[in-house]
């Protein structure tokens, strides 16, 4: 069984400053990964998503690293701002669309 | 992408009563999903909502808590029956498969159950 682990569980830092999240999986016979942001009491917005055979994604301040074959994949969002403060979440997939998910990360930015 | 709604957003439930919440996705897709997020946790999958046939349900969840319809490619329901404060969580649909490998979410039903 898929197993998602994402470190740190909850991250406070001063605008401007970088912000690096971690994914990682026990299972590296994966479709793809996606990284997904959750504002509070709200769905998920898919923020990127990377194939199996990608390194990684990069769109506007967020780029996303894949080494499936070590389990882990990285979000780094650049010069943070107090609109990123959210929960991110890793899912991975497998064959059937099924997606296993970290318990997230929360992220607050300070003004 | 797609665009996923969900009815209701939010609801109050009491006790020993049942609530179904609506999923319309606006372009057909190959697979419908329901997943559960409790106050504080990650998501967990519910069950695969399955067109014109049973919904598969994953470990720990059963029809006759959970009973799912998709009577089309675009459009499904959950059912959380006979409703205890334990079931008091978000309830996520999403769908996949017709829009590249994108995986979308819809904005969820906050369920609370008294």
């Known amino acids: 069984k898929q197993e998602v682990t994402q470190i740190p569980a909850a991250l406070s830092v001063p605008e401007g400053e970088n912000l690096v999240l971690n994914c990682s999986f026990t299972d590296s016979a994966i479709y793809n990964l996606q990284w997904f942001r959750q504002d509070p009491g709200k769905g998920l917005t898919s923020l990127l998503l990377?194939?199996?055979?990608?390194r990684e994604q990069t769109s506007g301040r967020l780029n996303a690293s894949l080494d499936k074959s070590s389990g882990r994949s990285t979000l780094y969002i650049a010069a943070s701002q107090p609109g990123d403060s959210a929960t991110y979440l890793c899912?991975?997939?497998?064959?059937?669309?099924?997606?296993?998910f970290g318990a997230g990360t929360t992220v607050t930015v300070r003004a | 992408s797609a665009v996923i709604s969900q009815k209701p957003s939010r609801d109050i439930c009491q006790r020993g009563t049942s609530l179904t919440i609506q999923c319309q996705v606006d372009s057909q897709v190959t697979m419908m999903f329901w997943y559960r997020q409790q106050p504080g946790q990650s998501l967990t999958l519910i069950a695969t909502?399955?067109?014109?046939?049973?919904?598969?349900?994953e470990s720990g969840f059963v029809i006759d808590k959970f009973p799912i319809s998709r009577p089309n490619l675009t459009f499904s329901t959950l059912t959380v029956s006979n409703m205890s404060p334990e079931d008091s969580s978000i309830y996520l649909c999403?769908?996949?498969?017709?829009?590249?490998?994108?995986?979308?979410f819809g904005e969820g039903s906050w369920l609370t159950v008294v």
């Open positions: 899912a991975v997939r497998e064959d059937d669309y099924k997606l296993s």
């Open positions: 909502a399955n067109q014109g046939s049973e919904a598969t349900y």
């Open positions: 990377i194939q199996s055979s990608q």
């Open positions: 999403s769908a996949a498969g017709a829009i590249g490998n994108t995986i979308y």
